[in-house]
């Protein structure tokens, strides 16, 4: 299968191992064997990790959202995540403009109230055209966090209603309104805006662990980058290698530590090294920052191999100049990750890393109970 997707068969064996509560199975002769609707899913988790998705955020898209049924509904998942889209810098002015939870429940019932079952991608784009949003409302995340403001609050407002039975989810990630919301609709004003303020009261728990985890993620995230700092510089290259190797851009390795030409590491994105990226990987203090010409004789060394992708990985962080410079780059791609951006990477694909505890949160399977 993993050649039918076009990854090397490490890379599918460690994708399948991320997905396979996802990848649909049959069972023949005694043995599980995958279908061709897995492949489908295979391709569709390949496209968003072409798009820039790191495993966790598929995972996140996918919990939120279901698989998708078809290629109109992969290209719409894909269309509303796409990394180019989101609003790299958070503005206080456009989190104020997000409808509150508190101003979403109503809405919600009245979007579905029809009585017809809505997928939760569904009523996202039906609350999207109902409050008018735009790009930046819709995809604005919250300070120094990966969450979507207008989507957390939105799962908020999901698990109040369901909580208190306004609505039910009949098959997973599939909602419909109940009699005790359609009568919440018909209400007076006043016993609506009595109800309101009951709901806001309603806490989803997953939500309050969601916000302590990523706490101790932070503090990981710090404490990974001091050490980072610290190790010898053969090993800090070994590690980005790696860690690109377990992203699933393909077969990495180091260059020879002598003569490399200012180049650390290189990727085989398939296995006849037909289409390389190449890697720089700098080891530096926090107050040593990496200027645009570094950068620009990052650059020079990947023409010296006719390349046109690359990655430079550094402990610091980059100057503005350089992150202008690669940016305006176009017979070639640079991609530059600073220390921040590291840590994270690192701990969202389990490098240098290992899990401490782990706490499993187990939902109704709507399979089990379908007749046969």
């Given at each position: 299968m ?14 399948v ?44 898209i ?31 002015g ?51 966090s ?53 709901l806001?009261?309603?806490?989803d728990?997953?939500?309050v662990v969601?916000?302590?985890l ?21 090993k800090?290259?070994d ?31 398939d ?6 990226i ?6 530096y203090a ?6 645009r ?6 650059s ?16 610091s962080?980059f ?16 991609v ?35 007749d046969?």
């Open positions: 993993s050649e039918l997707v076009g990854w090397s068969e490490s890379n599918g064996r460690r994708w191992k991320n997905f396979k509560e996802f990848l649909p199975t049959e069972t023949k002769l005694n043995k599980v064997m995958y279908n061709m609707e897995s492949l489908r899913i295979m391709k569709f988790l390949k496209r968003l990790n072409e798009e820039g998705f790191s495993v966790m955020e598929i995972k996140t996918l919990s939120s959202e279901g698989l998708p049924t078809n290629t109109i509904e992969e290209q719409k998942i894909i269309d509303n995540y796409r990394v180019e889209r989101v609003i790299k810098d958070f503005s206080h456009v989190k104020e403009t997000i409808p509150s939870t508190k101003y979403m429940l109503i809405p919600y019932l009245e979007v579905i109230k029809d009585g017809r079952t809505y997928s939760a991608s569904e009523v996202t784009e039906r609350l999207v055209e109902y409050f008018k949003l735009t790009e930046d409302q819709r995809l604005m995340k919250y300070e120094n990966s969450d979507t403001i207008f989507l957390t609050r939105l799962r908020s407002v999901r698990y109040s209603l369901k909580k208190e039975n306004y609505i039910e989810e009949v098959n997973k990630l599939s909602y419909q309104i109940t009699n005790e919301g359609l009568e919440l609709l018909s209400e007076s004003k006043g016993e609506i805006e009595d109800e309101i303020s009951e806001e009261r309603v806490v728990p997953l939500t969601k916000e302590k990523n706490e101790l993620r932070n503090e990981l995230a710090d404490t990974l980058l001091k050490h980072l700092r610290t190790v010898h510089w053969m800090f290259e590690i980005v290698v790696e860690l690109l190797t377990v992203m699933g851009y393909g077969d990495g390795e180091v260059t020879q530590r002598s003569n490399d030409e200012g180049l650390d590491g290189v990727i085989k994105e296995k006849l090294g037909l289409d390389n190449y890697v720089q990987a700098k080891r926090i107050n040593n920052s990496v200027g010409d570094v950068v620009q004789s990052f020079g060394a990947l023409d010296g191999k006719g390349a046109r992708k690359g990655v430079f990985i550094t402990t962080h100057t503005e100049n350089a992150k202008k410079y690669a940016e305006r780059l176009e017979s070639k791609k640079i530059l990750i600073d220390g921040i951006e590291l840590s994270k990477l690192m701990i969202a694909h389990n490098v240098g890393v290992n899990s401490s505890q782990t706490f499993i949160v187990k939902a109704i399977d709507y399979d089990y109970f379908k046969e």
